[in-house]
């Protein structure tokens, strides 16, 4: 069964950069019909979709963070990977990865999600 | 504000059918698919309806999706306690590279 994972630093400081990654076990991350992404999730506030990438490097952001984030893949570790630079208290959420299935253009394995506060 | 509006809250008796709607523009809802996603309390959103109308394996075929125009439903018949959560629909902009989703309809069983 298809499990991801996320990991990284539970508290960042403002206009520090948040970083984060995703292992994908149960499935290799370079399989098709496949690309990976992130999602987030203000507490108390609804879902943002952040970007998504194919294991070929092929990306594509929100453009209201595209100037703000980064996400890479690396295929030897089956990781794929989140940087989002000069953070705020906005950027507070939880932190999903996910496997977007380009068949049925939905999410359809996530990842348990992972808290990130911005704070001093 | 979500470009994709959905009612913030939504109710209904065990074994009641309610309808959540999702409304979207041309742009997004009236050319590309509309999935739903059910995230249950202090759980990640789980898909519920891809593509319009289609339920992955494993979703109950109470819940069901239905799609006209620029605007989208999600349906649930036989309601159970257990379907208590918010549902947040969710479109692609019409380049497949930009997702869009709902604010999210907060559903009680009474």
């Known amino acids: 069964q298809l499990q991801l994972q996320e990991s990284g630093p539970g508290l960042v400081k403002p206009s520090e950069t948040l970083s984060l990654t995703c292992t994908v076990s149960?499935?290799?991350?370079?399989?098709?019909?496949?690309?990976w992404g992130w999602i987030r999730q203000p507490p108390g506030k609804g879902l943002e979709w952040i970007g998504s990438?194919?294991?070929?490097?092929?990306?594509h952001y929100s453009p209201s963070l595209k100037s703000q984030v980064t996400i890479s893949v690396d295929t030897s570790r089956n990781q794929f990977s989140l940087k989002m630079y000069s953070v705020t208290a906005a950027d507070t959420a939880v932190y999903y990865c996910?496997?977007?299935?380009?068949?049925?253009?939905?999410?359809?394995?996530w990842g348990q999600g992972t808290m990130v506060s911005v704070s001093s | 504000q979500s470009v994709l509006t959905q009612p913030p809250s939504a109710s209904g008796t065990p074994g009641q059918r309610v309808t959540i709607s999702c409304s979207g523009s041309s742009s997004n809802i009236g050319t590309t698919p509309v999935n739903w996603y059910q995230q249950l309390p202090g759980t990640a959103p789980k898909l519920l309806i891809y593509n319009n109308s289609q339920r992955p394996s494993g979703v109950p075929d109470r819940f069901s999706g239905s799609k006209s125009g620029t605007s989208a439903s999600l349906a649930i018949s036989g309601l159970q306690s257990e379907d208590e959560a918010n549902y947040y629909c969710a479109s692609w902009v019409d380049s497949l590279n930009d997702l869009l989703v709902g604010g999210g309809t907060k559903l009680t069983v009474l």
């Open positions: 996910a496997r977007r299935n380009t068949g049925w253009q939905a999410f359809d394995f």
């Open positions: 990438l194919s294991y070929s490097g092929n990306v």
């Open positions: 149960g499935g290799s991350i370079t399989s098709s019909p496949y690309f």
